[in-house]
């Protein structure tokens, strides 16, 4: 099988011979403050970053109740549900950030840990979806999040060849991007 030499995110082609197509990673950067979303998208538009990367979790699908339990001081409480919660952008937010990325002409999308996080985030119909390395052995939301039908951006940061070659198994090798960091 032929590698896939380019792969188009929004208007951009990504590949070989193609200018390098920079993300600036937010993450959950922001500390749940929009303000500093808009101050990270704008020092990535300063910079000449491509598109903004988010990070979406459904706290409670993601972690189990004992894990949110755990005791954890942080500035919005005492557990680590607290902070988990309070990290979380939900519709408004994400709808300020869609509005203020379109007004800067930024792409964004996000990494989704959780199929409910997935369907959150194609509401706005970002250009890919980002696999976290961390999620690169969930083949069911990685089949879930193919089916999406959007390029995705699949991180191997931690994760072994044998599960590259896995996930790869699981989405095809269309409209992917492997990134190793």
């Known amino acids: 099988m032929t590698a896939q030499r380019t792969v188009r995110i ?10 390098c197509y920079v993300v600036a990673e937010i993450g959950i950067n922001h500390n749940g403050d929009l ?3 808009k101050r990270l998208i704008s020092v990535a538009v300063a910079a000449g970053c491509n598109a903004v990367k988010f990070q979406k979790r459904t706290v409670e699908v993601v972690y189990s109740p ?4 755990k005791p954890r001081e942080n500035p919005f409480g005492a557990t680590n549900g607290d902070l988990k919660r309070a990290l979380e952008f939900g519709l408004e937010e994400y709808q300020d950030i869609d509005a203020y990325c ?4 930024i792409a964004w999308f996000a990494s989704c840990w959780d199929e409910q996080s997935v369907d959150f985030i194609s509401r706005f119909d970002p250009p ?3 696999i ?3 999620c690169v052995t969930d083949d069911d939301l990685l ?15 931690m994760t072994t060849l044998a599960e590259i070659d896995h996930a790869l198994d699981v989405v095809g090798r269309e409209n992917i991007i492997l990134l190793h960091a």
């Not at 004992?66 to 339990?69: F, I, K, P, S, T």
């Open 35 to 37: 303000d500093l979303a």
């Open 128 to 130: 890919c979806f980002k």
């Open 102 to 105: 379109k007004a800067v002409n």
């Open 143 to 157: 089949r879930y999040t193919r089916s999406m039908g959007k390029p995705l951006i699949l991180s191997t940061g």
């Open 10 to 19: 929004g208007k951009n082609a990504v590949g070989d011979g193609q200018p």
């Open 66 to 69: 004992e894990e949110l339990a």
């Open 132 to 134: 976290a390395s961390a």
